[in-house]
């Protein structure tokens, strides 16, 4: 595609319940990456795939998230039992070939993410 | 631990005023800085700067990385009311693929 896409665009859910958080990245990327950003400041780093594979999910904040990229294309962040504190902007970025400390990552539109 | 500041964290200005919005950095390895403008929810990649001293522009934005004092600013000229955006900058290692970010500054442009 054009671009990074992300839906939903704004998911709502009551806490307890499992949410499920979707990336397609620009075509013919390989490395994608999971950021979250609450409100008032700067994203910060959840996970990066480098094709299929986790490299790094060194960010993730505990056990309750997991992400998947099965095909090396379209990734899922899963969030089991979400809490009040998930709520967030989930964004997803990916980049050509995730050459270390040289490439541009592109962002996608984001999932605002809200548990009431 | 890396950290990324910019300054200030907002601004109001008038069409056609020129901004300058700070990026300050303390990183234990540094390859690149990175400026984004985030409208709504979706950072748009502005620039990526790696040498000291080399202005990059586009269009009316500009900006330039002293990697002797650890900055960079961005710089916005003539501005206009599509320029209001939260402006994010984040630091680059060389041998890794994290981007930390600042909290941003968010400028807002008025007619």
């Known amino acids: ?9 704004n998911k709502v859910t009551e806490k307890g319940k499992y949410v499920e958080l979707r ?3 620009i075509s013919g990327h390989t490395a994608l990456y999971w950021y ?16 299929t594979g986790a490299a790094d999910d060194s960010g993730l904040p505990n056990d309750r998230f997991f992400a998947v990229r099965p095909e090396g294309s379209v990734s899922t962040l899963k969030i089991q039992r979400t809490e009040r504190g ?6 997803c ?24 | 631990e890396d950290k990324v500041v910019q300054s200030p964290l907002s601004l109001v200005v008038h069409e056609g005023d020129t901004v300058t919005l700070n990026c300050s950095y303390e990183v234990t390895n540094f390859r690149s800085l990175l400026w984004y403008k ?3 929810k979706a950072p748009t990649f502005l620039f ?23 900055f960079s600013i961005l710089n916005i000229t003539a501005t206009q009311t599509g320029d209001s955006a939260v402006y994010l900058c984040a630091s680059l290692p060389p041998n890794d ?15």
């Open chain 1, 1 to 9: 595609g054009a671009g990074v896409s992300q839906t939903p665009s």
């Open chain 1, 23 to 25: 990336c397609d990245p």
């Open chain 1, 36 to 51: 979250r950003q609450s409100l008032g400041q700067g994203p910060e780093f959840l996970i990066y795939f480098q094709g």
């Open chain 1, 86 to 91: 998930d709520s967030a902007v989930y964004l």
């Open chain 1, 93 to 116: 970025a990916s980049s050509l070939t995730g050459r270390l400390g040289q490439e541009t990552q592109y962002f996608g539109p984001g999932t605002r993410l809200l548990v009431l």
């Open chain 2, 38 to 40: 985030q409208e709504k």
């Open chain 2, 48 to 70: 990526m700067l790696t040498s000291s001293g080399i202005e990059k522009k586009s269009g009316r934005l500009s900006s330039i990385l002293d990697k002797k004092e650890l």
């Open chain 2, 97 to 111: 693929y994290k981007l930390s970010f600042g909290a941003g500054t968010t400028v807002t442009v008025r007619a």
